[in-house]
């Protein structure tokens, strides 16, 4: 692999500068493609963006930039942002504040103009096989704003498959994001929306799957499946309450998404538990209605003083131990509840008992 160092004038840079949005960016005399596949969305906030210009007018050095040949041009491997706020000011698209005034670059005076033109990038050339500028593209992201872990598998993954999946569940006000807002977690720019629609399809082999499908040319299976999702949930459970966000709602479509179900009785249980003080986690609440798994819950524990008390009623000795029976020291026990919470018994003290660790592991089925 050949890696020179260039210098990189910003008018050489802008030359025939093109921002379609999410759908491509480039520069460069139009070689350079500043948004691959694999890159992220313009993240940038006012502030950080209005510094590369602030950087750049006061003359002082930005971080190095990486570049990889690319046919007839260039790929941008890191320094998107950077490039992006430079050149998006060059080509007036926001101002500036300059000793308390806003300036857009073309207020500035023409010699402030032609500083900011003739201001050199440092930009590292990198001309290698993919699997050399790959490696490489993970090295540089180590330092910096750190990638998602679904935006180091975009890069290794690109083609037309991630292309058309960026389309689906990546851009601004994409068709998932419009689709699962109330019921995904994150934001698309930042890969989460395609993360979670590959995890629950793949049922976590989210590289095995990108592997398998890279060379596709579409996306439709999954963006098909995630709609089957989300529309299975909204109507298994209509009526929607906030706690329904960040569900892994995949596996359990995976499960029960071809079951006969009754959804008044799920909602019944569902606003039963919603109103027992003992499930302290209510977003398990959907899981358990279906599943029947208390562990999704996290049923309230007994309290330090609760499992004292019972301690010294009980003597330090278990109640499931035969006899002759054993003292324990309390760190040897564990609180239990005397009747179950699936059968209607709840977390306080005259319903607490301390079993030892041995016999508390077996009832539980730890």
């Excluded at 300036?103 to 050399?132: A, H, M, T, W």
């Excluded at 599943?291 to 019972?310: P, Y």
Aim: aromatic letters at 10%.
């Amino acid at each position: 692999m050949k890696i020179d160092l260039r210098k990189i004038r910003i008018a050489e840079l802008f030359d025939n500068f093109s921002d379609c949005g999410e759908q491509g960016v480039t520069g460069y005399s139009g070689r350079l493609n500043i948004r691959p596949a694999y890159q992220r969305e313009f993240i940038y906030k006012e502030k950080q963006r209005n510094a590369v210009i602030d950087t750049v007018r006061r003359g002082f050095p930005l971080n190095t930039m990486y570049w990889a040949v690319a046919d007839d041009g260039y790929e941008l491997m890191d320094g998107q942002q950077r490039t992006v706020s430079i050149c998006q000011y060059v080509n007036g698209d926001y101002s500036v504040e300059i000793d308390g005034n806003p300036f857009g670059f073309v207020n500035l005076p023409k010699e402030r103009q032609q500083q900011i033109l003739d201001y050199e990038l440092s930009v590292y050339v990198c001309d290698g096989d993919d699997g050399e500028k790959l490696d490489w593209f993970k090295v540089i992201n180590i330092a910096g704003e750190k990638l998602t872990e679904q935006e180091l598998r975009n890069a290794i993954y690109t083609g037309p498959w991630l292309g058309d999946a960026k389309r689906w569940f990546s851009r601004t006000g994409a068709p998932a994001a419009a689709l699962g807002s109330k019921l995904v977690n994150g934001t698309p720019i930042r890969q989460d929306y395609l993360e979670t629609a590959l995890d629950w399809l793949s049922g976590g082999k989210i590289e095995v799957y990108m592997a398998e499908h890279q060379h596709d040319q579409n996306a439709n299976e999954l963006w098909s499946y995630f709609q089957s999702v989300l529309n299975w949930v909204n109507l298994t459970f209509p009526n929607y309450r906030r706690e329904m966000k960040g569900v892994a709602w995949g596996p359990l479509y995976n499960r029960y998404g071809k079951e006969k179900l009754d959804t008044s009785k799920l909602e019944a249980e569902v606003l039963r538990l919603m109103q027992d003080e003992d499930v302290t986690r209510k977003s398990g609440i959907f899981d358990y209605v279906l599943s029947g798994s208390v562990r999704t819950l996290s049923i309230r524990a007994f309290t330090d003083n609760m499992k004292r008390e019972a301690y010294e009623r009980q003597g330090g000795l278990c109640p499931a131990c035969d006899e002759p029976k054993q003292k324990f020291d309390i760190s040897a026990m564990e609180a239990d509840h005397i009747t179950p919470w699936s059968k209607g018994g709840k977390s306080i003290a005259s319903n607490c008992q301390m079993l030892c660790q041995p016999h508390n592991r077996i009832k539980s089925g730890k």
